[in-house]
């Protein structure tokens, strides 16, 4: 197995995302991450067995006896939750994974509050944690930092996992992976994922969740994505050039009714303002069409789902929350079970938990 002592920070920054994935690989052979840094690092076996440790751990937490079980299996962990960006589903999901499987936490969630206040890097915060933990989630501005840190700690004297849990405007991984679950769970008895329609509407620009999901996507058979948007926050064309070197079937559409129509899954997004480059600059433009409310609602297919990453401001109205088809709720509480299917098999224990009398 190749792993990043092997390459130099130089060539691996160089490498396109699928030619990264065997540097980040556990060394074991078992194909699971080690570092989780990127979508492409999962193909459809990963997410089939990833679903499928989730289901078994959600099932075994069912029981006291199960519960207490799961709580040993990483008891002997710590895990450092590095959170610079605000977060409530993605720090809280981990934790909630973590305490499942019996993991210590220790948190950052606000630079000021740390070193990095007294002027030191977030480089020299991320191995000042790795000395006390064995994994690091984090979550930053800053695209690449992640993969940085996974090489940088990886060549250092304390190589622990990282698990990126947001970076920039670029990726959000664990978030593709609890979309992928929630798509899989809601088609398991309808046929599943493949053949289906998803569109994508809101702020495709800048979604980082759009883009980690429209790849994983493509693991799946004949998944139709249309993409529906302003034309200034339309979905950028490394996404696109993905698809298209994949043979995949997208539209780009500036129609939410048509595509709405048309769908077995619509996810929508929240206008990201905070990357605004100038403050204010979001709300020059029209965003009127791209909201899912009462009218969407009637003209949905009875077995599609409704979608959201979260946090929401009016892109979906509250009108919708209490209709079958609005998965956004479980959308979010699966996010727990998969982060702990993922975070139990970045240590060596799915075939344990898979294979436990529970
Ligand atoms: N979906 C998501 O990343 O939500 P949070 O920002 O609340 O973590």
Redesign the pocket.
Known sequence: MAGLKEISWERFSKLPAAEKRPYLERQDGDGMPYHTLFAQQFDRALLERLCALANRIRFINKSKEGALYLKGVLAHKRAMLYFSQ??????LSHLAACQILGITTGSVRDAATSSEFKGESREDSIRTFSSYFDMIIMRSPEQGLADKMAWELSNGDRPVPILNA?SGKDQ?PT?ALLDVYTLVRSFESKGGVDGRTVTFCGDLLRGR?VRSLSYLLTTFRDVKQIFVAPPELQVPEDVVAILKGKGVRYEISDDLRAAVRASDAVYMTRIQDEWDAAKGESSKIDTSRFKFGADELAILKPDAVIMH???RRDEISTCCDNDPRAMYWRQMRNGMWIRAALIASVFGFEREIMDCGY
């Open positions: 605000p977060s409530s589903r993605t720090f947001g959000h978030q969740t990453p979260l946090p």
